[in-house]
């Protein structure tokens, strides 16, 4: 099963917000769809859902429209919570899961199981509007994947969560990957969508900047995050050749090198002395790649 | 279960499980039961309530004081001393009031009633009417009728008949027809004025606090937006029977049970005079009142962004509830206005005041049909409207003029 986008457009009269997106998210993979506010995130979602029609283009399921795919086999967590607030935890997901057509006995050993999971069995009797902002988002988690759904829209999912929660948000969203979900998925925080995601779609202003593999978009850059930690001085590292800029770190040195090539005669500079403590060569993180193509806005 | 039913099931049973539903059901039972029990209550204020007492300053020299009758309200005691003496009672509040009786020249019997303070309204009108009968009794005295004589002017019941003379013409209601059903029809237009009002906040917030809260997408994500709507119009409408049932219930057995059943028969007898045409009439009336409401509540629920416009977005409905209301009010006295010809066929305003025209005017029953056929076509279109716009409506988070939003909501919905 795979989910297919093809030149998806969304126009509101004057106001163009999704512009010719294409990307495909296989069986079993966290497809990441990361921009800015307003970039056409939930807009995307919305129409892959069917709740908006697109201007132009095609949503396909397995090579057939996604409206043939039934809804029952949707799982979707919106931005903003979408809970009961008056409604207890239990109650709340076995309504939640009857309307993705589950029957009441499946519904009970699922709730009993992803309670457990998430740490919630002592909260299963009371009322939503009494748990803590991260005790509702694991509710509204288990709201959206109750049911197992074979295509699950996740829209910044870990907001309010601690990193332990997140923890075991991300262990559940890998175990439905495993399990073959299609999984799309969209967060601010990109040190989770670089764990979790193979393939990304970077949109500003509606438009895909990038669509790939995230190291797809590294190698665009390369290596050129530098780390070193020893007897320098930072005037004496933004003289090296290819040096960019240098970022004093606590008790290392960041430096932005202009290429991966001027890697190897700044180690041999750096080195001439003897032993330094550090050198550490990467790629960009996903978050310094995502600013770099948010201000120069080209594909 | 199809979903329809699940999303029925919860809006009702969610809601039916409040504790407002208790709540105001409460009040409004204690209301029923006030008014079954009135006779008791107000008992209990008035047995220890002293009797105003007036002192009669006879100088009509016939003894006009022995016309004046006491009850519970007010004793009358002849004056034992001057008429200056007497003033000063009242001034000290020893007495209530002083009524000095005296002869006109032409043998009319002249009162004037001095007091310390102005007279209510109530006590002011029972005087009145004391002065009024103790008045004729004096002047039947005057002209020296027969004990018979007496009598028959003072129990003249005018004998008056009506009648059509036209060939095909109805023979039309008799005038205690037309009063009972003005009474039922003033209930019926409180009864709708007030569920309606209520349960169009009710309906309004609930898809208010759903969109605000995200969970319509999840729901529509899942099922179409009709089947949303009409499972909450039907679900609150299906709690507005219930209250209603409850309320209808328990008012037939306090009617049953206070006051020795005599509530029973007073019911009984109402009803009995109420035409099945005009029963039937009313329920639908009311009946299709709050489908109407509850539908236009749904929508204008959809269009506001957060729970708390609600009452802002409903104000302009609850103002043409209350101007029907009010027209109706006026049809107790004049059923027959124009203004009342008119509003009984606007949608809006036809089920407060229709039913009063049907029961309480000769006019065609016809009119009661197309007037009822403009409401049912009136809700037709809406939904049809909200078909069109709903899915929208549910989307749009932008501020602005409502029309502005349906105008997005129909962009939308496309």
């Known amino acids: 099963m795979t989910l297919t986008i093809e030149h998806l457009t969304k126009r509101f009269q004057d106001f163009l917000a999704v512009d010719d997106l294409n990307f495909v998210a296989e069986q079993g993979e966290i497809f990441g769809l990361i921009g800015q506010n307003g970039a056409g995130k939930t807009t995307t979602f919305r129409m892959i859902l069917n709740l908006l029609a697109p201007s132009s283009g095609i949503i396909k399921w397995a090579d057939a429209s996604v409206h043939t795919l ?32 589950c029957s009441k006995a499946v519904l009970k050993a699922q709730i009993d199981d992803w309670l457990e999971r998430f740490r919630l069995s002592d909260k299963r009797r009371a009322l939503t509007e009494t748990l803590s902002k991260g005790n509702q988002q694991k509710v509204q988690l288990i709201t959206s994947l109750i049911h197992k759904p074979h295509l699950l829209i996740l829209d910044e999912p870990f907001s309010g969560l601690d990193p332990v929660n997140a923890g075991l948000l991300k262990d559940a969203i890998v175990s439905l990957k495993n399990q073959g979900t299609v999984i799309i998925f969209s967060s601010h925080r990109m040190d989770h969508v670089e764990e979790l995601c193979d393939h990304i779609c970077l949109l500003k202003n509606g438009k895909s900047l990038f669509t790939g593999a995230i190291v797809d978009l590294k190698k665009q850059y390369g290596k050129i995050n530098l780390t070193v930690r020893g007897p320098f001085a930072e005037t004496e590292l933004l003289k090296l050749p290819g040096v960019i800029s240098v970022l004093k770190d606590k008790d290392m040195y960041r430096l932005l090198l202009s290429a991966e090539d001027d890697a190897r005669p700044i180690f041999q500079t750096l080195t001439k002395d003897g032993f330094i403590e550090r050198f550490s060569l990467d790629y960009l993180s996903l978050e310094e790649l995502f600013k770099r193509k948010v201000a120069s806005g080209h594909a | 279960m199809p979903k329809f039913l699940l999303l029925f099931e919860q809006s009702y049973m969610s809601k039916l499980k409040a504790k407002s539903f208790y709540i105001t059901t409460f009040i409004m039972l204690l209301g ?29 020299e016939n003894s006009a004081i022995a016309y004046f009758r006491d009850n519970k309200k007010i004793t009358f005691k002849p004056a034992e001393r001057s008429v200056k003496q007497e003033e000063h009672q009242v001034l000290t509040g020893k007495i209530d009031a002083l009524l000095l009786l005296s002869l006109k020249s032409d043998g009319r019997l002249d009162a004037e009633l001095r007091t310390k303070k102005p007279l209510e309204l109530n006590t002011q009108q029972m005087l009145e009417e004391q002065v009024r009968a103790a008045s004729q009794l004096f002047t039947i005295q005057q002209l020296k009728l027969t004990a018979d004589q007496a009598q028959r002017v003072m129990n003249q019941n005018v004998l008056f008949n009506q009648k059509v003379i036209a060939p095909d013409a109805d023979t039309g209601k008799s005038s205690q027809q037309k009063t009972t059903a003005t009474f039922v029809s003033y209930a019926v237009a409180l009864i709708i004025y007030l569920f309606v009002l209520s349960y169009l906040s009710i309906i309004s917030s609930e898809i208010a606090a759903e969109k605000d809260s995200r969970i319509m997408e999840i729901i529509i994500s899942s099922t179409s937006p009709i089947v949303h709507l009409l499972s909450r119009v039907c679900g609150v409408l299906a709690l507005a029977m219930t209250q209603f049932i409850v309320l209808i219930g328990s008012a037939l057995i306090m009617a049953r049970s206070f006051q020795s059943g005599k509530y029973w028969y007073l019911l009984s007898d109402l009803f009995s005079s109420l035409t099945a045409g005009y029963i039937v009439f009313a329920v639908l009336f009311f009946f299709f009142a709050c489908i109407l409401y509850t539908l236009m ?109 349906i ?4 962009q939308l919905s496309k």
């Open chain 2, 407 to 410: 105008k997005q909501a129909i």
């Open chain 2, 32 to 60: 029923v039961t006030a008014f079954f029990m009135w006779p008791t209550i107000s008992g209990w204020f008035s047995s220890n309530e002293k009797p105003m007492t007036i002192t009669v300053s006879d100088q009509t």
């Open chain 2, 297 to 405: 509540g749904a929508v204008l629920g959809s269009l506001v962004n957060k729970v708390q416009d609600v009452g802002q977005a409903v104000m302009p409905v609850t103002m043409v509830l209350m101007i029907g209301f009010f027209i109706a009010i006026s049809g107790m006295s004049n059923p027959d206005t124009l203004l009342i010809k008119i509003f009984s066929f606007v949608p809006f305003t036809a089920s407060m005041i229709m039913p009063m025209r049907i029961g309480a005017t000769d006019m065609s029953l016809w009119q009661g049909f197309f007037s009822l056929l403009i409401l049912i076509a009136t809700i037709f279109v809406l939904f049809m409207l909200s078909l069109r716009f709903y899915r929208g409506s549910v989307l749009t988070y932008t501020n602005g003029s409502f029309i502005k939003k």
């Open chain 1, 70 to 101: 039934d809804r029952d086999m949707i799982g979707y967590l919106p931005e903003e919570r979408g809970l009961y607030p008056k409604m207890p935890v239990e109650e709340q997901l076995m309504f939640f899961g009857r309307l993705r057509g």
